[in-house]
């Protein structure tokens, strides 16, 4: 029998991180678009509320959620920012490589202390060179004795200044492709790592976003988090269980981009009318509300999948490409809505226009959802 119901303990945790967004996270939006900055205050609040990191497992000092759960927290965050959101959301990313493929060791002392202790850390796949063709990454990892040493550049890393670990990607044999590739987690204040600056971006401008450089960077074996070979296994492992978050993220930023138009629709009037009256008006609203619910329930039982033991569903790559197409098209749409209001800045959807971008990007483009979807259809699957 099918239940679309909330449970009690899933609609407290919706309100908590809804009142949270809307009081704490809404106020400064406009202020950390401009400048570029995150607000690390709100970071530590989140923490303190139990809203970051909600997949931890009890036993490693967390709240043992599934990804369902962790998808209605972060509807709520990029209901008011996604940008914050991002960054938010950042903290499952580095420990979902740890959830999935860490030693009993390396769970308990990094899933302990980013549950325990407010750990920041961040997760580093995407190279200048390597960015959906994952196996074509080119950081190298080489064996010195019990150690190894990475040597390499990564780009486009979520809440790297902040970062008191970064989960790494790199191959051990460029040749090899995919079955070179090896994980580790590596401390921030290793010698030979570097930070760069923060990237300005189009959107999401309040998410941290820099480049970090491995100038022959010694760990220990107890650093590595997955062998060679394992590694490329464990990032596609990883995009399985957070593209959902993906999905969420997205139907946050179009019922936002609805909120507001809806709102303008009532007020604003031409030809003696409110424009919610005109036609043409009705429609593209009666999209996006079509855009959501679908975003919506494609993203949601892409969670329930792989909390139910199914995290390779085919459903995570349907979620992430639908609805980041749709808060695209959504979003777009407001800007027209709003018409040359839309256009500027004093308006809130201009923003939601350049944010929503990014979701057709990170995590898988929309063009690499679809190649991994097809390739599913094609099989028979």
Sequence with gaps: MLNFQFSEEQKMLQETARRFSRERILPVVAECD??????????????????????????????????????????????????????????????????????EDQKTKWLGALAKDGVIGAYATTEPGAGSDVAGLECKATRHGDDWVLSGTKCFITNGTFADFV?????????????????????????????????????????????????????????????????????????????????????????????????????RKTFGVPIGQHQMVQWMLAEMAIRIEASRLLTLKAAWQVDHGDPSSIVSSYAKAYAADAAMKTTTDAVQVFGGNGYMKEYPVEKLMRDAKIFQIYEGTSQIQRMVIARRVLSGA
């Design 34 to 103: 401009r400048t570029g900055k995150f607000p690390m205050d709100l970071y530590k609040e989140a923490f303190e509320l139990g809203l970051l990191v909600p997949e931890i497992p009890e036993p490693y000092g967390g709240a043992g959620l599934g990804v369902l759960e962790n998808c209605l927290i972060i509807e709520e965050f990029d209901w008011a920012c996604s940008g914050i959101g991002t960054s938010l959301s950042a903290a499952s990313l580095c420990a979902a490589p740890i959830i999935l493929g860490g030693s």
């Design 167 to 267: 989960v790494v990607f790199a191959t051990a044999d460029k040749t090899k492709r995919h079955k070179g590739i090896m994980a580790f987690i590596v401390p921030t204040n290793l010698d030979g790592f570097r930070k760069g600056k923060k990237e300005e971006k189009l959107g999401q401008r309040a998410s941290d976003t820099i480049a970090i450089y491995l100038d022959d960077v010694k760990v220990g074996k107890e650093h590595v988090l997955a062998g060679e070979g394992d590694g490329f296994k464990l990032a596609m492992m990883t995009f399985d269980r957070t593209r959902p978050w993906i999905g969420a993220g997205a139907v946050g930023v179009m019922r936002r981009a609805l909120d507001e138009c809806r709102a303008y629709a009532n007020e």
